[in-house]
Structure formats: C-alpha cells, structure tokens
C-alpha cells in the first residue's frame, strides 16, 4: 500500500537524478528500471525483485520521467541489472560488501543485545547502523539468524555467570521459591507476584513483611553485578509470566538467573510499594488531623459564642461601673434637662471596686470562674488553624510499622542539606524511648574503624527543617533542651514523607525514589551531545545565547501583543483584569453537511471483530506479541489467538465471555495464555503498525498535519483494593485515568493507565517521547491539567511547544522581562516579578544534562516531573526549570491573548481528545469497571482499547477513502475543506454485538490509500 504523500515524498525523481538516469542509458525500458531502483533503494535501503515494486510506484517514476504507458517495468539482464546496481551503489555511496556488511551488523547486534533482548529490536538496531554507514542491507532472514544466534551466545554466558556466584544456600533458597504447599497450592514464587493493595495500615505491614522475606533470600545486587540492568528487567519480566511448574522445567542455569532476576526486581518494587504507602499513611494521617480539628470547632461552636456572651456582659458591666454614679441622662417624660444638676466623677478606685463586684456577679451567674477558665483553655487550644497538636493520636497506630520501615530501607541525601536524614537517625536511636521529653543531644555507641565501640554525639536541629507551628508544639518553655518526642516523631516522619515526594530524599534500591542525580548523565557526556541535540530542539547551545534568546522573545512578544492591543477586539482590560470574549465557533457548511451524509449512506455495515482480523491480515500488528523468551510462538492459529485476546482485552469482556460467546472454538485457557505473550511494550508496538498504517492513508493528511497533538485523561473505574486507585475529585469517580495523546489526525499516538490522584502534567512529555509512530508532533496541546511550570521548561528543552488551554489563566502571574520594562496597553498584566535570567543562565549544565538524559532515555521524563511538581526549598534544579517554565509559560499566555488562531486550534484539537475518549468508551462494551487489582493489567487494558480503537479508526477511514473516491467518480464535487470536517469516529456502521464468529478468510484486496478526487490534486510531485 503506497499512499499518494508516499509517492510525492519518496518517489518523485528530481531533475538531477533524471538527467542522472537518461545520461546511463537509452533504453526507455532500462532507464525506469534505473529509476525504480534508484527511488526504491532510497526508501527501502536494498533493491527489491522488480515484481515486487507495486504497480503504483512504477507508474508515478514513469510519468515523472515522461515515458509513455507502453515502457513497462521488466527484470533486465543478469549483465544489465548488476550495471544498473553499480550506478545506484556509486551515486548513493553504498558499500556493497557481504563480510563488511555482516561484520557492522553483528558489532551493531552485540552491542545492542546488553540492554536490549527482543529479536525485532536487535535487527532494528542492526538495520539502523547498516544505514548509518550507507551498507546495503542484506536479506532479513540472515539478520534474523544473526540476532538469534548473538543473543543466544550473549544469554546463555549470562547465565553461567550467574549460577557460578550462587552457593549451596542460595540455590536452596532459590528452590524453595518453587515448592508448591499442599494446603494453600500457592509458591512462594506465587506469592512473590502479588500486587501491593490499597495503602491501608494492615497492608503496609504485610508488604513491609514481604520485602523483609525478599531480603532475606539473599544479596541479588552482588549475584547479578555485571548484568545490564535491561536484561535483569527482561529475566525478570520472563519469570513474572511463567508459573512455578513450568519455572522447574527450565534448565539450571537459566532457572536460577531468571529467579535471581525476578527476586531483584520485586524487591525493587515492593521498596517502591512500601515507601508509596508510608506517604499515603502519613497523608491520611494528616487528613484526619485536619478533619479532628474541623470537629472540634464544630463541637466547641456553641461554646465559643457562649464565652463571648459572658465577654460581652462583662464589657456592660465595666462599662456601667465606670459611669458617673447617679448621672441622670434626661427626664421623666423624655426631654433633656436644660440645666443638669453636676455630678461629681467617681475616683479611680470605687470605679475599680464597683466594676469587680460586678464582674464577679456577672461570671458567677455565667457558670463561676473556674468553670469558665476550663471552657476557654478546651476552645482556645482548637480556636487557630494548627492541626498538629492533634496528629498524635492517630499516628499511635502506625508508630511500630513508620519505624519498621526506616529500618527496612536506606535513605541517602540528594543535596547537601541533610537535617531530615540526620533527624530520621536521630529518631532510629530513640526508638524504645518511653519519656513525654526526650533531650535535644544524645550520645550513642557505634562501632569505630578498628571495630571498637565509640561513644558518638547526636544532636537533632529541628529549627533547620520544621515550621514555626511544629516548633511551637516540639518545645515547652520550661524544659529547655527538650523536645515533646510524641509530637517529635510525628514531625519528623511527616517532613520525611515531604522529601520523598519532592525527591531531597531517596531510598537505595528503588525505582520510583531513586536519586536522580545518579541516573542522569555526567556533564563530560553530555558536552559532546549538546550541538546536535540544541539543534534538534531549536535552541542555542550555549548558557548566554539561551538566556539571551528566551529574554528577547518575550520581551518581543509582549511588545508585539501591547501594540496590537487596540485592534486586538477579544481582550478586554476592566479594572486592570484581564478578559478575553467569547468566540464563536465556525459552523460547517452546508456542502460539508451534504458530503458527510453522502459518505456515511456509502459506508459498509462491519463487524468489530472482522475489523481487527482484517487490520490483522493487512497490517501484520499481531507479529510484536509471543512468549516472554523472544521465542516463536508454539500455538495453534496465533493470529487469531492474538486477535480474540485484543478483542476480549480492548472492550473488557475478558476471556470467559469471549470464549462463552465463540461457542467452543477457544477457552478461557487459550484466551489467558495469548494475554502472556502481549505485554505493554508489546501493545504499543503494535498500535504503532495501524498508525503507521493509517499515516500513509491521503485522507488522514486531510485531517491535518501531524504536528499537534493533544493529551488528556478519562477516568476509567476499577476495582478498591489496588494501590493506584484514587478517588478522582475531577471526575467524580474511583479508579485510575487513561492519558491519551491523540494526534489532531484523530488516531492515538499513545495511551497510559496513571492514578487520579497525580498531576496529569507529569505524565505529558513522556507520551511524546515514549511514541515512536512516524507521527511526531511538535506542538502539544491539553487542559489546565496538562501545565505546570517545570513541564513548560522541560518541553522547551526538549523542542516541544506545549500550549494548553490554562482554565482562570487571568489569575496567573505575567512575568516581565526585565523591572525597567513598562507597557502603554497590557502593564496591568504583570506585576512587580521578573525573570530571574541569572538563575537560569547559572543552572544552563543541571537543564541541558537533564533534557539531555531523558532524551537519551537514561532517565524517566515522569520520574523526574513527579519530583519536581513537588515543591522543594533545597533542589536547585527544581528553581531553574521553574524559572525558565516562567518565562514560557508567560509568552504562551501572551500568545493565548493575542491570537484567535491559536485559541481555535487548542479548542478544536482538545475537542478530539474529548471525542476518542467517547469513540475509545463506546469499544469498551464489555463494561465500566476493570475488574483487575493489577496495575500491570489495568495498563495494559488500556492499551488494547487504543489498539482496537485505532483499528476502527484505520478501517473507517479506507471507507471514507473508498466512499469519496466513489462521489467523485460519479461526477459529484468533493471539496477537500469539507473531507476534513467528517470524524472517522463512526460507530453507526459498527456491529459489537450478536454471534461472534472468527473469519480467517484473507481480505480480497488490499485498501485503497489514495484519494482520486480530480481536478483537485492533493499531492503534486516535488521539484
């Protein structure tokens, strides 16, 4: 299938390359032949069987060469065609050396092979340096042989490496793992498997048992050093997928190596588990210390307004005391005397006497004194807004498990700032303390060099990490030196919780708490990347050009926005507020209307699960899944195995439906084993091949470029006892969100399952990066849910233009360029803040060998904004990205106010967004809920929804394609402005129910990719 972009792109000769052709032969015949060639070896890196090159390649190098519809493609001579191979070789530069070529490939594939193990992706990087040294490429079946045979090689030396460092006790502990008790017929290798719950306090402690259990089966780092760390995931992740009794058929040395693996991994996992727990529990903790404190209040309401009462009476009666006595203040009959008799004032001390006699009258009547003092001490101590006195009592519970878990994992301090750390191993010492005080400095024994004991002071500095209100609580004015080590605890755990998330802490031997600053690369690695990759992403490449260049763009910007503020009708300044008016959306016209209801008349009635097998036929999507070993797959009919486990996944009717309604033809067994081979990785895969597909169609360039794209979340339920489900304030529900980055083509470009309770913003740059279509956009679009101001810097790095729609965005700060700068029109925009440009100029190293990192995929882009959306007094990467995130955000407000375009556009590419999580919910028919505790499974869910409903999208849109051509063809006009406004959302034409039958038939015909709407030409050839 050869779309017409295709075509114009890759097979239009240039004038050069035909004067080339005609200057190497005569022969009509024989120049197409050289041309064919030429044009196909460009876009495929090998010349193919002249009867394989379709006829519409051949017939568009035929016109463009202005040969008549007689010159036909034929295999020349074996003489011919090897001269004709010598020309395109010499003009391209090609080497054409069969040892050489092999030699580069197997060098590509043994490099590759340390960090990578999936077949498919060591040819990938095999082909890609083959390319890169401009070989020509062999056949696939030598670089398959090639690959399997390496890895092989390279496994297998693994393995051996492995089990030689293992001892008797290890591999007995390792066995253990396998043995299947005969009550509960679980393993321990099963148990292992289990998924952290929901982060209750019980659950805590079990999964704190659990990673006591992995630890004490052995030293797995020292076991697998030397491992790359992409095979111990892949080791582990073929051990996940296999049960214990197949685990004890493998052999020895693999067994062992994938058990070692797989021990590794989960230990790393549960330490992920544990810590995400602790802070769960200290927020939850905090929550009820908040909700304490609102019950208080309410409970003491009555009280307090009944103390103000008495407060009030008591003002009356020192305000009557201090009246002169017997001053009359008019007459009987209400007129004022017109000499009032003087009256002599009372002296200070009858004033004194008289108003003590009253106000002791006054609180003996309101209940007397003692009563009194107790009622105001039970409200004074809740009438402000600290909670914290209160959190004691409901950490109580939690005190043994918090500090089984500071003793169960080892932290390490990020920057150079250690008072937490230093106050969590203050706190380990006085674990057993039992005293209401315990002493700011305390001497403790730890072993010295020689392994003597040593006496070693402790002394914990709660003035350099806890607030005011904390220290309020922690000290009591008359035990100087001491500290209240109830509230103690409870402040350092909490602040402990807070440097976790923003990432000042983090926990050895984890993944998602890992420190961050050893998985990015070293500057001295960086510094040789940083030309190529500022010019991939348009920047300057040096710390002063950078500054420079984003001060000069906003200052213009907002020059350019305050000039045009007369003529700018939408932007409104009332009271120096900012308002923008609302715009009407373009309606469609009337001959869009026609042509849509002429399109869907044409469209076929087809089932959906003809559409994914027919998808499966043509696009081959199903080949990225099989076993976990890399192994082809042993299974009878796998593309239909393949297809009703996308089926049965994608809409959530699970196997046993599935399997129910095909009356016999699968079992649920069949259906479940076909879910092992499928990872996400997998998934993605080969959701990639149907957008692939579906780029090369013409009509999806009519639905745009490519180059916007727009990210947004959809709440999908699940099931309560998982540690991802939240309840989701947003959305009104309980479960977990599938993100989705839908290109303005309207297919899905990448899909996640994240929890409800993150900032969407984290999770925004990773599906860009993480896409590996032949779709890649530059300009990203989403709800106020998809900014925050490090993801603007770090997109900026990275070469994307994140524009989102900022809901209350005029209640945002406008930063100035510089505090000299004033504006005739927009001033009262900004405030006093400007840019701090020497901030981000200081900090040019830490943005580059970040961006730098994730690019080269070292480092998560997640992992890093999950840190840095938690603010942070000590990181100082976190100030630079915030500050460069100022500026860009401040010049995307800044165009968000002055361009109408730009506003339609974000409108019209999140409407699409919104439109597929409908079309994507409407596939997902086998109900609301994903009844599955797994996270792993829950992605992978959503997943299988993006797939099928990419498939249907590719699908209706070869119907569209047929349809239009067919109008056209019947003389009919059909304007491509119009085609654009047709959705291929369609589901009218959709069957999801009734019998479900698999029809393994091959498609007749391939679809058609081009659009025939003459006279209007979509593509015309390139010069």
Request: aromatic share 6%.
């Amino acid at each position: 299938m050869v779309s017409a972009r295709e075509l114009a792109e890759a097979f239009s000769p240039t004038e050069a390359e035909v004067e080339w052709a005609r200057g190497r032969t005569q022969d009509e015949n024989h120049q197409l032949a050289l041309m064919v060639w030429l044009k196909a070896y460009q876009r495929l890196g090998y010349f193919p069987k002249v009867e394989d090159v379709p006829a519409a390649v051949v017939g568009h190098v035929r016109g463009a060469l202005g040969l008549g519809d007689d010159v036909e493609l034929e295999r020349a001579a074996a003489r011919s065609a090897k001269r004709h191979r010598e020309f395109v070789r010499k003009r391209l530069g090609v080497v054409y050396d069969a040892p050489q070529v092999r030699q580069v490939a197997e060098e590509a594939i043994r490099r590759a092979v340390q960090s990578k193990d999936d077949p498919a992706d060591l040819i990938n990087v095999a082909l890609e340096e083959l390319v890169r040294q401009r070989c020509e490429l062999p056949g696939y079946s030598t670089l398959d042989t090639m690959a399997a045979s390496i890895r092989t090689e390279v496994n297998t030396g693994f393995f051996q490496t492995v089990a030689e460092r293992l001892d008797a006790g290890a591999r007995s502990r390792l066995a253990r793992l396998l043995v299947v008790d005969p009550v509960t017929r679980r393993s321990e290798f099963d148990r292992l498997k289990d998924v952290a719950k929901a982060a209750s306090l019980s659950k805590f402690k079990q999964r704190l048992a659990l990673l006591a259990d992995i630890e004490a089966i052995g030293p797995t780092g020292v076991w697998l050093q030397g491992v790359p760390l992409g095979k111990v995931g892949h080791f582990a992740g073929e051990a996940h997928v296999t049960d214990a009794a197949d685990m004890r058929k493998v052999g020895e040395d693999k067994r062992l190596t994938l058990l070692a693996c797989f021990v590794h991994t989960a230990a790393t996992g549960v330490r992920d588990d544990v810590v995400t727990m602790f802070c769960k529990r200290i927020a939850a903790i905090h929550k009820r210390g908040r909700d304490h404190l609102e019950a208080l209040r309410e409970a003491h309401r009555a009280e307090s307004e009944r103390l103000l009462e008495v407060f009030g009476d008591v003002l009356s009666v020192v305000q009557e005391a201090a009246s002169p006595a017997g001053a009359p203040t008019g007459l009987g009959d209400g007129t004022v005397a017109s000499d009032p008799v003087p009256v002599a004032l009372p002296t200070a001390q009858e004033v004194a006497e008289r108003a003590g006699r009253m106000v002791l009258k006054t609180l003996e009547q309101a209940g007397g004194l003692e009563a009194l003092v107790g009622a105001h001490e039970a409200v004074s101590a809740h009438h402000g807004n600290n909670y914290l006195p209160l959190l004691d009592q409901h950490y109580r519970s939690h005190r043994s498990a918090l500090f089984t878990l500071v003793d169960a994992i080892e932290l390490e301090a990020t920057t150079a700032e250690r008072s937490v750390l230093e106050a969590v191993e203050f706190l380990r010492e006085l674990r057993g303390a039992k005293a209401a005080f315990v002493p700011e400095e305390i001497t403790v024994e730890r072993p010295g060099p020689a392994g003597e004991s040593a006496q070693v002071r402790l002394r914990i500095e709660v003035e350099a990490f806890a607030s005011g209100q904390w220290r309020k609580i922690l000290r009591d004015s008359s035990r100087p030196g001491m500290l209240v080590r109830r509230h103690l605890e409870v402040c350092v755990f909490s602040y402990l919780a807070a440097e976790l998330r923003s990432g000042d802490l983090a926990v050895v031997g984890s993944d998602s708490y890992a420190n961050l600053h050893d998985q990015l690369m070293s500057w001295q690695e960086c510094r040789p990347l940083v030309p190529a990759f500022c010019a991939q992403a348009g920047i300057p490449a040096t710390a002063a050009a950078l500054t420079a260049h984003y001060r000069d763009k906003l200052a213009a910007i907002a020059a350019a926005v305050d000039a045009g503020y007369p003529a700018n009708t939408d932007l409104l300044l009332e009271g120096g507020r900012p308002v923008l008016r609302r715009r009407k959306g373009a309606e469609r016209r009337p001959s869009a209307l026609a042509l849509e209801a002429a399109i869907h008349d044409r469209l076929p009635q087809r089932a959906l699960l003809d559409i994914l097998t027919r998808t499966a036929y043509l696009l081959k999507w199903h080949r990225h899944f099989g076993p976990a070993s890399g192994s082809d797959p042993k299974i009878r009919d796998a593309m239909a195995r393949y297809v009703l486990t996308a089926f049965a996944h994608g809409t959530l009717l699970g196997p046993a439906q599935v399997a129910a309604h095909m009356r016999g033809l699968v079992s649920v067994h069949e259906l479940s084993l076909g879910n092992k081979h499928a990872n996400a990785t997998k998934v993605d895969k080969a959701s990639v091949d149907v957008v692939n597909a579906f780029n090369k169609l013409d009509v999806a360039s009519v639905w745009g470029d490519g180059k916007t794209v727009a990210a947004d979340g959809s709440q999908i339920d699940t099931w309560e006892n998982n540690l991802l489900a939240e309840t989701s304030i947003r959305y009104g529900g309980y479960g977990g969100i599938a993100y989705r980055h839908i290109s303005n083509t309207y297919v899905a470009l990448f899909s996640r399952f994240i929890p409800c309770g993150v900032w969407e913003a984290v999770y925004i740059i990773d599906g860009l990066l993480k896409n590996t279509s032949d779709i890649q956009p530059d300009t990203i679009h989403a709800d106020t849910q998809g900014q925050a101001l490090p993801v603007f810097g770090l997109g900026a790095l990275l070469g994307f233009d994140l524009l989102p729609r900022i809901r209350n965005w005029h209640d945002l700060i406008f930063y100035r360029p510089d505090a000299g700068t004033r504006y005739q029109h927009i001033d009262s925009l900004f405030g006093d803040d400007t840019i701090d440009w020497d901030l981000i100029e200081t900090h040019w190293t830490d943005l580059l060998r970040t961006a730098i990192s994730i690019r080269e995929n070292k480092l998560s882009s997640v992992t890093l904004l999950r840190r840095l959306g938690n603010h942070s007094r000590k990181n100082r990467l976190y100030r630079a990205f915030r500050e460069l995130g100022r500026a860009i955000r401040t010049i995307t407000l800044l165009r968000y106010l002055s361009e109408p375009q730009l506003r339609d556009q974000i409108t019209a590419v999140t409407n699409r967004t919104e439109a597929f999580h409908g079309f994507a919910g409407w596939l997902m028919f086998g109900g609301k809920l994903i009844g599955h505790n797994d996270p792993d499974h829950q992605e992978k869910v959503v997943k299988f929804n993006e797939l099928i409903a990419n498939c249907v999208i590719y699908s209706n849109a070869c119907d569209i394609t047929d349809a239009a051509n067919a109008i056209a063809a019947e003389g009919h006009p059909v304007d491509t402005d119009d085609l654009a406004t047709i959705s291929p959302y369609i589901t009218h034409t959709i069957r999801r129910f009734g019998n479900w039958t698999l029809d393994l038939t091959p498609p007749g015909q391939a679809p058609t990719t081009r659009l025939d709407l003459e006279p209007r030409v979509l593509f015309a050839p390139s010069t």
